[in-house]
């Protein structure tokens, strides 16, 4: 368990302490490093980051490592410093005009394009007091703008200044298209190319050369040059992930992964998505938050030998028996010249042109490898889920639907007149899950949104922001856990005291499209972008809608949004098939007042009874147990099927629950009243 420390006593005294316990590495090694484990999240268990430092420290020198870990954890790297944008934005600009850059692009990445960013990489939200999890800032000289989705529109709004940075729905308008139109003739424009996919630099080398201007790589990123408390990389260690979860040794993903490689005429792959590499290795890590990622890269070749590019300390030769001979590995810095030999062979080599950094596809280029630009061949089986990973996923959401469940029942007790706040939610929620079997942690930051907090589609409360949940509006909370088992995601919308007919109206429609899309069938082929509509109907039937998707892949404890699956309004190329996982979330969203979202994961599976259609046919398994507010269900806008669905899912809900429930008397009385059927 994470403990509390005693005050630290100094390096000289932690030297003293080192020697005596034979740990060969100095005071001063032994902070650096642990300057990399503070800047990745804590672990459950201290011991898991103990270890890499010393097999078992124990007193006064863990109490030091412990001590020393808490100073460095809290240093201010000054993400969270909201009024401090006009100050670095100033010397951002100064130091391109240094470098006789026109301009500098600053999305919201890292070297590895996953949604979920270590602090070291959060260069946008340090610029521009943005936090949102999409994003990119283009700066110029004498302008700014920042993009974002609609997610996002009104978070921007309020942690911004548009006296800096003109906000623009990214959308609508185009962050290339914006560029294009400010760029002057003859200027220099740079990017990090570790930072960009080629796609994402294609698109914006485009725009320059359309206006005159030249887009530069640079060899660091200036806004590192500028961000004295930029933390270091994170430090995690790295552990397997063992086959009665995972349901395939890495060998047998290893080698059908190389085939698909092979077949796409390619010699070898070049991996840097961390799901990828840690579903490919049956490996798990926290360098980030919310996702057991490592942070490496990889290349695999099409005999199934694969290259791991990882720092040594997380500690990797623990790691050798899992690996087995066909996994050697190497530190970060030897990426360059393993694909310069792959170069020099003049291999062809596979590389994710939306996923992957522009470097190394820059890279094996001039070193004049033949490049082909194809999808990351593990996203698609990765989102394939076996039998172990699909029996895991429902084990991990009926435990994770008892702790919801608890939550709502402690909810249910309010009437809006305790003063208990958004903050404080949270924090309940997430005591209820702690206790369950196989829980690692939060899948994303809790959304806790009360009123008109819970329009804000990816709010995140704050201690400014916190609001109490007060009698007469909507609390919407999205929450989700990490369980060795499976990753879990759900939301759920109640209405605190008594709703309005408003409250009853919106919620319904978004019901009805919820229960639209569980209830498909649908043709083998069919994608999500062709099923989005299904859960949009009732809303454009009133002349509302929502701008997200409605649904997003989700891993096996793993990212919590995963593709290449989707149901969105976007188009998307990935059929739906069977052993995947997607969210059906519809919502509505009034600006000012309240948000709601009904959030089930689900499976897609054969329909059930058409196993010998002409066609074949595919389905939607619910796998998320938690009852629905039924306080908020208009029974007159309701059709006797979708009742009969209501009133069928609650009643799995009862079956799957109530067992866990039986040392919760109280809880168990209330989920029978809130699943309870409506007459149809």
């Keep these: 368990m994470s403990e509390v420390s005693d005050a630290y006593q100094g390096d000289g005294r932690l030297g003293e302490l080192l020697g005596a316990a034979g740990v060969p590495e100095t005071a001063a090694e032994v902070r650096e490093l642990l300057a990399g484990i503070a800047a990745a999240p804590r672990p459950i268990d201290d011991d898991e980051w103990l270890r890499l430092i010393a097999p078992a420290p124990a007193g006064v020198l863990r109490g030091q490592l412990v001590a020393l870990y808490e100073l460095l954890a809290s240093a201010d790297d000054g993400i969270e410093e909201q009024d401090a944008s006009p100050a670095r934005l100033a010397d951002l600009r100064a130091e391109l005009k240094r470098r006789g850059l026109g301009g500098f692009i600053v999305p919201l990445a890292d070297e590895h394009q996953g949604e979920y960013v270590a602090r070291r990489s959060r260069r946008l939200a340090w610029l521009t007091g943005f936090t949102g999890s999409a994003g990119i800032a283009l700066i110029l000289a004498e302008e700014a703008a920042l993009f974002t989705d609609g997610r996002y529109t009104l978070q921007i709004e309020q942690q911004t200044d548009g006296d800096l940075y003109a906000r623009h729905h990214i959308t609508e308008t185009p962050p290339d298209g914006w560029l294009e139109a400010h760029l002057t003739k003859g200027m220099k424009v740079g990017f990090d190319a570790w930072l960009h996919s080629a796609d994402q630099r294609a698109r914006f080398a485009?725009?320059?050369?359309?206006?005159?201007?030249?887009?530069?790589?640079?060899?660091?990123?200036?806004?590192?040059?500028?961000?004295?408390?930029?933390?270091?990389?994170?430090?995690?260690?790295?552990?397997?992930?063992?086959?009665?979860?995972?349901?395939?040794?890495?060998?047998?993903?290893?080698?059908?992964?190389?085939?698909?490689?092979?077949?796409?005429?390619?010699?070898?792959?070049?991996?840097?998505?961390?799901?990828?590499?840690?579903?490919?290795?049956?490996?798990?890590?926290?360098?980030?938050?919310?996702?057991?990622?490592?942070?490496?890269?990889?290349?695999?070749?099409?005999?199934?030998?694969?290259?791991?590019?990882?720092?040594?300390?997380?500690?990797?030769?623990?790691?050798?028996?899992?690996?087995?001979?066909?996994?050697?590995?190497?530190?970060?810095?030897?990426?360059?010249?393993?694909?310069?030999?792959?170069?020099?062979?003049?291999?062809?080599?596979?590389?994710?042109?939306?996923?992957?950094?522009?470097?190394?596809?820059?890279?094996?280029?001039?070193?004049?490898?033949?490049?082909?630009?194809?999808?990351?061949?593990?996203?698609?089986?990765?989102?394939?889920?076996?039998?172990?990973?699909?029996?895991?996923?429902?084990?991990?959401?009926?435990?994770?639907?008892?702790?919801?469940?608890?939550?709502?029942?402690?909810?249910?007790?309010?009437?809006?007149?305790?003063?208990?706040?958004?903050?404080?939610?949270?924090?309940?929620?997430?005591?209820?899950?702690?206790?369950?079997?196989?829980?690692?942690?939060?899948?994303?930051?809790?959304?806790?949104?009360?009123?008109?907090?819970?329009?804000?589609?990816?709010?995140?409360?704050?201690?400014?922001?916190?609001?109490?949940?007060?009698?007469?509006?909507?609390?919407?909370?999205?929450?989700?856990?990490?369980?060795?088992?499976?990753?879990?995601?759900?939301?759920?919308?109640?209405?605190?005291?008594?709703?309005?007919?408003?409250?009853?109206?919106?919620?319904?429609?978004?019901?009805?499209?919820?229960?639209?899309?569980?209830?498909?069938?649908?043709?083998?082929?069919?994608?999500?972008?062709?099923?989005?509509?299904?859960?949009?109907?009732?809303?454009?039937?009133?002349?509302?809608?929502?701008?997200?998707?409605?649904?997003?892949?989700?891993?096996?404890?793993?990212?919590?949004?995963?593709?290449?699956?989707?149901?969105?309004?976007?188009?998307?190329?990935?059929?739906?098939?069977?052993?995947?996982?997607?969210?059906?979330?519809?919502?509505?969203?009034?600006?000012?007042?309240?948000?709601?979202?009904?959030?089930?994961?689900?499976?897609?599976?054969?329909a059930p009874g058409l196993e010998n259609s002409e066609r074949a046919t595919l389905a939607f398994e619910t796998l998320t147990m938690a009852p629905i507010d039924r306080a908020l269900v208009d029974r007159d806008l309701m059709t006797e099927e979708e009742l009969a669905w209501l009133n069928a899912y609650h009643a799995e809900v009862l079956a799957c629950l109530t067992p866990g429930l039986a040392e919760l008397p109280e809880v168990a009385d209330w989920l029978n009243g809130a699943a309870a059927p409506i007459s149809l």
């Design 206 to 606: 485009k725009a320059c050369t359309r206006a005159g201007a030249e887009l530069v790589p640079v060899d660091d990123n200036p806004v590192d040059a500028v961000w004295q408390a930029q933390p270091p990389r994170p430090l995690a260690p790295i552990v397997p992930h063992p086959v009665r979860f995972a349901g395939r040794e890495s060998g047998d993903k290893r080698r059908a992964v190389a085939a698909r490689v092979k077949e796409a005429g390619a010699a070898a792959v070049f991996l840097s998505a961390p799901d990828s590499i840690a579903w490919l290795l049956n490996l798990r890590g926290a360098d980030v938050k919310c996702a057991p990622l490592p942070h490496s890269f990889a290349i695999l070749k099409d005999d199934g030998q694969l290259q791991w590019f990882v720092d040594a300390r997380k500690p990797v030769a623990e790691l050798a028996e899992h690996l087995g001979n066909e996994v050697s590995s190497a530190p970060p810095e030897a990426l360059g010249a393993a694909l310069d030999q792959l170069a020099a062979q003049s291999a062809a080599v596979q590389i994710d042109p939306a996923g992957a950094p522009d470097w190394a596809y820059q890279r094996l280029q001039a070193g004049g490898a033949k490049v082909i630009k194809k999808e990351d061949p593990c996203a698609l089986p990765k989102a394939l889920k076996n039998e172990t990973e699909l029996a895991g996923i429902r084990a991990a959401h009926n435990r994770d639907g008892l702790a919801l469940t608890r939550f709502l029942h402690w909810l249910a007790q309010l009437d809006g007149t305790e003063g208990i706040t958004e903050l404080a939610a949270v924090e309940k929620l997430a005591g209820f899950r702690a206790g369950g079997a196989h829980y690692r942690g939060p899948s994303f930051d809790t959304i806790s949104g009360a009123a008109a907090n819970g329009a804000i589609v990816h709010y995140r409360v704050t201690p400014e922001s916190d609001r109490a949940l007060e009698a007469g509006t909507l609390y919407l909370v999205d929450s989700g856990g990490q369980y060795l088992d499976g990753t879990t995601d759900v939301t759920r919308t109640v209405a605190i005291g008594t709703p309005t007919p408003e409250h009853c109206d919106r919620f319904t429609r978004v019901l009805k499209g919820h229960i639209a899309l569980a209830r498909a069938c649908f043709p083998s082929g069919t994608t999500g972008t062709q099923l989005d509509s299904l859960a949009r109907q009732f809303l454009w039937q009133a002349g509302l809608d929502y701008d997200h998707g409605t649904g997003h892949g989700v891993g096996a404890y793993l990212n919590v949004h995963e593709g290449p699956q989707r149901i969105s309004k976007h188009p998307s190329q990935a059929a739906l098939e069977p052993g995947m996982i997607v969210s059906n979330e519809p919502g509505y969203y009034k600006a000012g007042g309240y948000g709601i979202r009904i959030e089930n994961l689900v499976s897609v599976i054969a």
